[in-house]
């Protein structure tokens, strides 16, 4: 049974497609090659389109929440796909915004079973079967390790956020406050206005920590680690390795940002070599608790707030009606004769 799941794993690693019949629709597991321009905000921005960009429905690898819109679909569609620009989009100012992206199908491809043996392996720069099943395993054990790290850091922030700064300078909030408040309206910043203080004290705060945590340390991002990152982004957004270089070679403020994710991610590894460690060996099952139990969590939290904004927004229109003044109907003069 266990050579059968090994078996099946690995023929989902590297799949043989082939195109079908223009009438034939997109489903889960299927190959799409597609050309698309995006918009944030009716806006253009530089960097918005790709051509014969592919993605393999059900994999979730280009932006989350986007190969699912894509369902259904056939050569020549035309789609408008409606995202949330992830964290490691290119241009920073658009992140958390909502994305249009227009796709034009070109073409669909389904999957061929392929026959798992050493050649195959070998097609995946692997010596033989048995290099490749330990080539699998060590990213496995990668994918969780990486999943249980985000955890412990959000742990971390969470306890350096219980540390008390005192007097957080009112010229900064309300720089944060502008960065957080992009795209809104008016009357959306008015309304999220606590939400936007509380969010960017909060911000600020942990950010002059983490440099105060960093300068003490002499903990500094070397240029070749900004390389390294940058690399890692064209691997995971595969079709835009040309645009994504072009953007950073053009905007220093890209480097910086990225400079400031890799600072903070090495002042969370020192806090992490000095804290005092509880390591246990963790099996497949207990890492998957770990992560859904945590990823439920967040999500319940998610709620909470949301609830609380939308009961504040409700409280806040039902005190305006209260406040407005009853309209007095003038009278009617009735005539005499």
């Known amino acids: ?40 905000d009716g806006n253009s ?12 429905i059900g994999k979730d690898l280009f932006i989350k929440g986007f190969d699912k819109q894509l369902l259904k679909s056939k050569k020549g569609d035309e789609i408008s796909v409606e995202v ?23 073409s669909v491809k389904k999957s061929k079973e392929v026959e798992v043996t050493d050649e195959f392996a070998k097609t995946l720069g692997a010596k033989d079967l048995n290099d490749l099943k330990k080539i699998i395993s060590k990213q496995i054990n990668e994918e969780f ?30 720089e944060e406050v502008k960065v957080l408040g992009q795209g ?6 008015k309304k999220n206005k606590n939400n936007l203080e509380k969010n960017a004290s909060k911000r600020i705060k942990l950010g002059l920590i983490l440099n105060e945590i960093g300068e003490k340390n002499k903990i500094k991002v070397d240029p070749n680690e900004i390389q390294a990152e940058i690399q890692k982004q064209l691997s995971m957004m595969p079709g835009q390795e040309k645009i994504i270089m072009d953007y950073y070679k053009k905007n220093p403020s890209a480097s910086a940002s990225l400079r400031g994710t890799l600072y903070e991610e090495k ?24 992560i859904k139990d945590e990823n439920e969590k967040n999500l319940q939290e998610q709620k909470k707030t949301m609830k609380v904004s939308a009961s504040k927004i409700d409280k806040n229109k039902s005190k305006q009606k209260e406040n407005k003044a009853p309209v007095k109907k003038k009278a009617k003069k009735v005539s005499k004769k």
Do not use: W
């Open 45 to 56: 921005f530089e960097g918005n389109e790709g051509k014969n960009t592919q993605l393999e």
């Open 84 to 106: 949330t620009l992830p964290e490691n989009f290119p241009k920073k100012e658009l992140v958390g915004k909502k994305g249009i992206f227009k796709c034009k199908i070109n």
């Open 145 to 174: 390790k990486n999943s249980l790290n985000i955890i412990s850091k959000n742990q971390i922030l969470k306890g350096l956020e219980q540390i008390k700064v005192e007097d957080l300078p009112q010229s900064l909030i309300d």
């Open 1 to 40: 049974m266990k050579q059968i799941k090994e078996s099946k794993r690995l023929q989902k690693i590297k799949k043989n497609f082939i195109e079908v019949d223009p009438s034939k629709v997109a489903n889960e597991g299927d190959l799409i090659s597609f050309d698309y321009t995006a918009k944030v």
């Open 267 to 290: 002042i969370i590894n020192f806090i992490k070599s000095k804290a005092k460690s509880n390591k246990r060996v963790l099996d497949k099952k207990e890492a998957e608790k770990i």
């Open 184 to 189: 809104q309206t008016e009357e959306e910043l």
